[in-house]
């Protein structure tokens, strides 16, 4: 998937990101960059994501997070079939 993504403005806007130092930065730059459903949307698809990790049921997830049953299925391919980006995430958050 990296050869479809990668482009000089993919990694101009990556080196953005990773030069943002705190969770206000971030509030400021995403909400600058995206719409405010697009915001939710990305929140929500990691609420999913988490979910899943804890083994919570698809009927769970939706009821507690809103998001569709094709939003579940697909944030849980990309789990289990991934480029396990959302477990390197995880995995340092448990640090």
């Known amino acids: 998937m990296h050869k479809k993504l990668k482009s000089d403005a993919a990694d101009h806007l990556f080196e953005a990101i990773l030069c ?3 969770k206000e930065e971030c509030y400021d730059f995403f909400e600058d960059l995206c719409t405010a459903n697009e915001l939710l949307s990305l929140s929500q698809r990691f609420e999913v994501a988490a979910m899943l990790r804890n083994h919570q049921t698809y009927l769970d997830i939706a009821d507690k997070t809103g998001a ?7 944030v849980n391919r990309s789990l289990n079939y991934g480029n396990d980006g959302y477990q390197l ?3 340092r958050l448990d640090k």
């Open 89 to 91: 995430v995880f995995e």
């Open 20 to 22: 943002l130092q705190n």
């Open 68 to 74: 569709s049953t094709a939003t579940i299925s697909r």
